[in-house]
DNA sequence: GTCTATACCTAGATAGAC
DNA sequence: GTCTATCTAGGTATAGAC
């Protein structure tokens, strides 16, 4: 279907100069076991193929053809397709509440509560479509996969769910937000406006940051509790 | 007479890349032949599987049944599953661009630019998520189709695109939005914000027109230029 | 136009050699 | 641990009767 994501060998990706999956050891992350980098050489490998062909047209060839191997042999690392998807749902989400929790401690004491919101905002949604497989792949599968893996996903997700609506809430009960709007929609309008920019989102449009930046000060500006 | 053109089933047009004639329903008229009411029936059919279960869970199987008939038959009607999946999008962006043109056609001539907007993305979101099998399928499916169909829907949603592009760019060029923001990203993510909604609204947890009140607020507020 | 029956194919999963 | 070979299910699509 989708020709041009298909065959990509390592060595046709690096003549064609496209993306390769990154590697742990280029996020920084400790080294493990032989068994432990494969396992880990597997879930970028689905997370790239996840985060380019979504749910429905990744196959386990693809993958497997990503991560150098059979398709016969992920069987020795992953019990099915499924056990898989779960994995770099499960992973994505982390890598985002991660971003957003380190964000959150780089904000000085005194910042005012709608600032503070703002920058998380944009945090946020930078993570989501700056060149992280796990945070594009778990975006396009949210909407995708059966219902048993949204369900798994929206259990992992519950803290950093609660991470936002504690933020909004307090923001109300502050007065620093308006009071007179349903938080609970307003939080998932905004995670699925953000969500969804993997969509459409294209790096020769504009920078990132430019649409992270606009988006934040949109929402917060239309939030804010104002004197009038 | 244009059923003529009917008795050569869709199967036998596609391998001959004819171009499928044009039906009385698209054109305003009442639909007539049978053959036609048939059409509409598993149309709706799908609209109503695919809204449920997204892409590639949706079976034609589902769909034969919901229908009425077996899934042989509906290759008298539709040439694949691809054709049913394209169909149920147009109809579905149709749908929305018209509820939204005609609720532009009721809005008093001397109302603010600002408030026209706001109206006009309320009407958007609620078209949406009011129980409308088309609309909740396109929204759905649109990030979960092949390329090819995601261009074509692209293509089949210009001009509606256009209508919001014109509306935020005359709301910067009379002073009325702000004008330091990228507002074809606005545009995408105030667009994503309401299609990820078919995700998550259940009208247990409150009725759609709040959800479309506060969301529309909240973005025109966001986007409002103010005198500080 | 719709049915029944079935061909065909894809892709997930398993078995056993090495 | 990874390979090759193969099984199997199930879903799209076709053929031909009625």
């Not at 990509?8 to 050891?25: D, I, V, W, Y």
């Not at 992920?74 to 509440?97: C, D, I, K, N, P």
């Not at 796990?134 to 996969?145: C, E, F, K, N, P």
């Amino acid at each position: 279907m989708d020709e041009a994501a298909q065959q990509t060998s390592p060595a046709k990706r690096a003549r064609k100069g496209a993306p390769r999956p990154p590697r742990r050891a280029e996020r920084g992350e400790t080294p493990a076991s032989k068994s432990e980098q494969t396992r880990a050489r597997i879930l970028d490998a689905a997370a790239f193929v996840f985060a380019r062909k979504g749910y429905s047209d990744a196959r386990l060839s693809d993958i497997a053809r990503t991560a150098r191997m059979q398709t016969g042999s992920l069987y020795y690392h992953f019990a099915s397709r499924e056990e898989l998807v779960a994995e770099v749902m499960r992973a994505g989400v982390e890598q985002v509440h991660a971003a957003v929790r380190a964000r959150m401690e780089t904000i000085p004491e005194g910042t005012p509560e709608v600032e503070r919101l703002r920058l998380l905002l944009e945090c946020h949604l930078l993570t989501l479509i700056d060149e992280n497989d796990y945070t594009r792949a778990i975006s396009r599968l949210l909407g995708q996969v059966p219902p048993r893996l949204q369900l798994q996903h929206s259990a992992n997700g519950r803290q950093f769910m609660a991470l936002w609506r504690g933020l909004l809430r307090e923001g109300q009960a502050s007065g620093a937000l308006r009071a007179d709007v349903d938080m609970s929609a307003i939080r998932m309008l905004l995670l699925g406006a953000m969500s969804w920019s993997i969509v459409w989102f294209k790096p020769e449009n504009g920078p990132a940051e430019l649409v992270a930046r606009d988006f934040a000060r949109m929402a917060v500006d239309g939030l804010r509790a104002r004197p009038d």
